[in-house]
């Protein structure tokens, strides 16, 4: 009888995707285009908070969205009547983007032509939180219905993001959200986070998150060419 | 919900670590996973079953070796294992404060080894 062997594999399980990540962030670094990963769960107002700052930012920037969606175009075209170029990515049942895939929404739009790149990931807390994209990056939001204990399911997406969006906040007063506990549990498990606490419906909060990303986009630049 | 590309990588690599040591038949795989990851045991055994049909991983038994969530306080630098549900809620192990904590390890995926004939 042949004898069992222990063979060594050691290794990563997401390397692949991992190589594909760094590539195409290097080549984002190369056009200046500053590609932002944007993750929630279904609801909590991706594509409506694409709606409010694209405008918001039309005369400072050229931007364009990559929508990715499990079988519908319902998102892109919302978001091509503000006359913003988006392309739709159907990730097939896929439950979330992985960093070939962005390069192939990436590739299909044109990116290089593109100052900023919205790509809105499969409406999901869980599996988006595991893949890198490539993005420069990871944006999340949280909107008030869900709930102010989310960072204690989805403690692996809340740790991942350098930024946090709070949704909804005129709803706030029908519910008992506590914002100041869900920031203690956010930054429990990622201290440097920005968290920005609006409302696409009504406008409130929207200019601190565009005031930032306006900001992240020049230190981005900056950061190129020194 | 993702177990099912990740176990195609699974079956990418083990096949190709039985090529390089000739291998006829695989009979377990150790998987090592941060704790923070969400995947479920069940289905990545039953994803695994079902891609590895008529290859040199069929019937073989991936075991999932749960790796600590590990802590660090940017205080006092205590470094301290810690379960998913209480992450949240986490105050530091030594000076029992809970605002300069950052995650250091949990998050990984990788393939440590496996048997084969």
């Known amino acids: 009888m042949e004898k069992v062997r222990l063979i ?10 991992d190589a594909v990540a760094a590539d195409l962030r290097r080549t ?14 279904p609801g909590a107002g991706k594509t409506s908070l694409l709606l409010q700052t694209l405008p918001r930012l039309s005369d400072l ?27 739709q990515l159907r990730t097939g049942g896929f439950c979330h983007l992985d960093a070939s895939m962005v390069k192939k929404g990436l590739d299909a739009i044109g990116y290089e032509k593109f100052d900023i790149v919205f790509i809105e990931n499969v409406g999901n807390l869980v599996c988006p939180a595991e893949f890198d994209t490539g993005a420069i990056a990871d944006v999340m939001i949280l909107s008030v219905p869900e709930g102010d204990d989310k960072p204690l399911k989805y403690p692996l997406m809340f740790s991942k993001c350098s930024v946090l969006i709070v949704n909804k906040t005129d709803m706030a007063v029908l519910s008992d959200f506590d914002i100041k ?27 601190s998150w565009t005031g930032w990303l306006e900001g992240a986009v020049a230190e981005f630049r900056k950061g190129i060419s020194t | ?59 073989a038994r991936l075991i999932i070796e749960r790796l600590p969530i590990v802590m660090k ?31 250091i390890s949990g998050k990984e995926y990788y393939i440590k080894e496996m048997e084969a004939v």
């Open chain 2, 73 to 103: 306080c940017g205080l006092c630098d205590e470094r301290f294992a810690i379960e998913k549900s209480e992450i949240g809620e986490a105050r530091c192990a030594g000076c029992g404060k809970g605002d300069r904590l950052s995650i």
């Open chain 1, 8 to 17: 060594e594999v050691k290794e990563n399980i997401l390397s692949d995707n």
């Open chain 1, 181 to 207: 506990k869900l920031e203690k549990r956010v930054r429990r498990l990622n201290p440097g986070i920005k968290i920005f606490p609006l409302s696409c419906r009504t406008g409130e909060g929207l200019g």
């Open chain 1, 61 to 87: 920037f050229s931007m364009g969205v990559v929508e990715a969606d499990i079988d519908s175009a319902v998102d892109a075209e919302k978001i091509m009547k503000t006359g913003v170029k988006s392309v």
């Open chain 2, 1 to 59: 919900m993702h177990e099912l590309p990740v176990t195609e990588k699974i079956l990418d690599i083990v096949l190709k670590h039985a090529r390089l040591n000739h291998v006829s038949e695989i009979r377990s795989i150790t998987l090592h996973v941060g704790g923070l990851s969400d995947l479920e045991d069940e289905w990545i055994q039953h994803y695994f079953d079902y891609l590895s049909k008529d290859t040199q991983a069929s019937g």
């Open chain 1, 28 to 41: 984002l670094f190369a056009s200046e285009t500053y590609v932002i990963n944007l993750m929630a769960s």
